[in-house]
């Protein structure tokens, strides 16, 4: 038995059979059972005969009897019939009882260390021929734009998935029911895995290191997403141990169901408006089930993840945005417009070698052209969805939010083509309604100039993922660093203050939707931090009511204006945690309504 322990970043407790995943190439390892070798085997074959009817295709097509050109399809053809690769293939189907992708990799693991011996630097050259080959095979042995689902098809449920990068895209494909948790070796609480993960109730584990390398294929394996622990190749008296835990876990879940219902008021009558942020059309199911007052955010790049951008249409964009909007009303949905980087546009549809599927919703590209630049920068694509947006906005109460705002030019230019936008749809014969206006401050110059932008904005949303990171210069999805991704920071909670200030002066309603709303710790000080208005994973709700309802705002206000004059993060947190804990003690859960 080995326990490990990385970043617990989704609660919950699975246990099931190891399945892994490995990103590059894009390789799923999985058992199969006695019955089924052979049908892998079949595959393989079947993978060989159409690599091969292709090879002669194209041989035929592109060499016009260029004798030069027609060697080398030749010396890919052998390939294809050397027993080196393929029989060795078939042969750790047969022995180790794993899926054809696996056996491939491993053969062509093999093979290359042979060519990797070799001293004659033309010879060693074929290895890229050999590369060449098995790309192709994997291609027929069924990898197809649908890589996410099509990949997991075969995977029995009551699985673990065990992976070396698990993107959001990639998350966002896998079929759930057949998975009870995963864990990854790289990662952190706010990558957007993570964040998908809580909002699907999948128990998850991040920053394990080369964990990947580590779990044979149908191994048991147990993860415990709140403790951050993995256990591979349990006792049966852990197993047991882990399933009293599990039971108690569904037990206190349970226990927070009658917080979903009741509002989220502190003790001293303080209202305090809780939504969800969501990415997938599932999560908006959780939202409601969760008492969410309405869509706080929603991801709207995660669209993306379902086909490549070019066939992401104006209508198809309308239908999804006017479903969300008629599923959440009378309640608002604020649609974060596509907040991704140039790569993860271009990803589409180079394929599966390269081990991508979908646009790749991946630890964005953080300084470069992403977000609204992007979207600047590509009008047609900006316009298509500011056009569906306006579209669809007629069909319940829609909020815009513009994201990595760095400066008040970038809002009036998005302005500009929002506008456009409304003009061709008039032009049309539509009539687009108003839509407030917001923007995600997330950018230091942002938040430092939040008075600028509460002059000319509906509402303004902080960002706190990004705000955090680029405020300490640590990269958020960087496990080596993440120990320094600090909300305590003096700097972080100053500049919200400031922030705050700002909005109030203004009149301008402000909202925080980052990760660190869900912190049962950190919201009290949010709140004493002057905001009223949060927005958070589904899942996270019902601690976060609970813990409003126990607290008293004013003082957390007293709490606030402590902290803002200390100096390090340590003295911070102390300082929190015993205010809370008095706090928590005096106040037995509050009468203001329970309706
Ligand atoms: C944030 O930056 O806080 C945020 C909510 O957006 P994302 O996590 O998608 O960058
Ligand atoms: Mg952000």
């Known amino acids: 038995m080995q326990r490990l322990t990385g970043i617990g970043v989704s609660p919950g407790i699975a246990i099931g059979r190891a399945v892994l995943l490995k990103q590059n190439p894009l390789l799923v390892r999985f058992p199969v059972r006695a019955g089924r070798v052979e049908d892998e085997v079949a595959r393989l074959e079947r993978a060989r005969r159409l690599s091969e009817e292709q090879l002669r295709d194209i041989k035929a097509r592109v060499t016009r009897g260029a004798s030069d050109l027609e060697h080398l399809f030749d010396a890919q053809i052998?390939?294809?019939?050397?027993?080196?690769?393929?029989?060795?293939?078939?042969?750790?189907?047969?022995?180790?009882?794993?899926?054809a992708e696996w056996a491939l990799q491993r053969a062509f693991e093999d093979v290359s260390a042979i060519f990797d011996e070799i001293e004659d630097p033309y010879l060693r050259e074929r290895r890229g021929d050999v590369a060449d080959i098995v790309g192709r095979l994997r291609m027929n042995l069924g990898y197809g734009r649908a890589a996410g689902r099509e990949l997991f098809r075969d995977v029995e449920e009551g699985s673990v998935l065990i992976a070396d990068e698990l993107t959001p895209s990639m998350a966002a494909q896998v079929d759930w029911s057949k998975f009870g948790g995963f864990a990854s070796d790289t990662g952190s609480r706010t990558y957007h895995t993570a964040i998908l993960a809580r909002s699907l109730h999948v128990p998850a584990i991040v920053g394990l290191g080369d964990i990947s390398s580590h779990v044979r294929p149908g191994s048991t394996v147990v993860i415990d997403g709140a403790a951050g622990e993995l256990l591979i190749d349990p006792t049966e008296a852990e197993i047991e141990a882990t399933r009293a835990r599990s039971a108690r876990w569904t037990r206190a879940q349970r226990s927070y169901e009658h917080y979903r219902a009741i509002p989220a008021v502190t003790t001293d009558g303080l209202a305090i408006s809780i939504q969800a942020n969501v990415e997938l059309p599932d999560d908006l199911l959780f939202a409601q089930e969760y008492g969410a007052d309405g869509i706080g955010l929603y991801r709207s790049e995660f669209l993306l993840s379902t086909m490549p951008p070019d066939e992401l249409s104006e209508d198809i964009q309308y239908a999804a945005y006017r479903s969300m909007l008629e599923r959440v009303a009378p309640a608002s949905v604020a649609v974060r417009t596509f907040d991704v980087d140039e790569e993860q546009l271009m990803a589409w549809p180079q394929g599966l070698d390269q081990g991508t599927s979908g646009a790749q919703v991946r630890s964005r590209g953080p300084l470069g052209l992403r977000a609204i630049r992007l979207s600047l920068a590509r009008r047609d694509m900006f316009r298509t969805q500011l056009r569906a947006l306006l579209r669809a906005a007629r069909h319940g109460h829609l909020r815009l939010i513009f994201p990595f705002?760095?400066?008040?030019?970038?809002?009036?230019?998005?302005?500009?083509?929002?506008?456009?936008?409304?003009?061709?749809?008039?032009?049309?014969?539509?009539?687009?309604?108003?839509?407030?206006?917001?923007?995600?401050?997330?950018?230091?110059?942002?938040?430092?100039?939040?008075?600028?932008?509460?002059?000319?904005?509906?509402?303004?949303?902080?960002?706190?993922?990004?705000?955090?990171?680029?405020?300490?210069?640590?990269?958020?999805?960087?496990?080596?660093v993440s120990r320094l991704y600090e909300p305590l920071h003096p700097a972080v909670l100053r500049t919200l203050r400031l922030i705050v200030h700002a909005a109030a002066r203004c009149h301008t309603p402000l909202a925080l939707c980052g990760e660190m709303a869900a912190d049962p710790v950190l919201l009290p000080l949010l709140i004493g931090l002057g905001l009223t208005e949060f927005s958070m994973s589904p899942s996270a709700i019902p601690v976060a009511k609970q813990v409003i309802r126990q607290l008293c705002a004013a003082d957390m206000k007293r709490v606030a204006r402590e902290v803002l004059r200390m100096a390090t993060i340590e003295e911070i947190e102390r300082h929190l945690l015993a205010s809370l804990s008095d706090v928590v003690r005096q106040a037995p859960e509050n009468g203001n309504g329970g309706k």
């Open 405 to 480: 705002v760095s400066g008040i030019e970038e809002l009036r230019e998005a302005r500009v083509v929002l506008q456009e936008a409304t003009d061709e749809l008039v032009r049309q014969g539509e009539t687009p309604p108003r839509i407030p206006i917001g923007v995600m401050l997330e950018i230091p110059s942002a938040a430092m100039t939040a008075d600028l932008f509460a002059r000319e904005v509906d509402f303004l949303s902080i960002g706190t993922n990004d705000l955090i990171q680029y405020s300490l210069a640590v990269d958020r999805t960087d496990a080596r």
């Open 78 to 99: 052998l390939m294809l019939q050397d027993p080196m690769l393929l029989a060795r293939a078939i042969d750790v189907v047969r022995r180790e009882q794993v899926n």
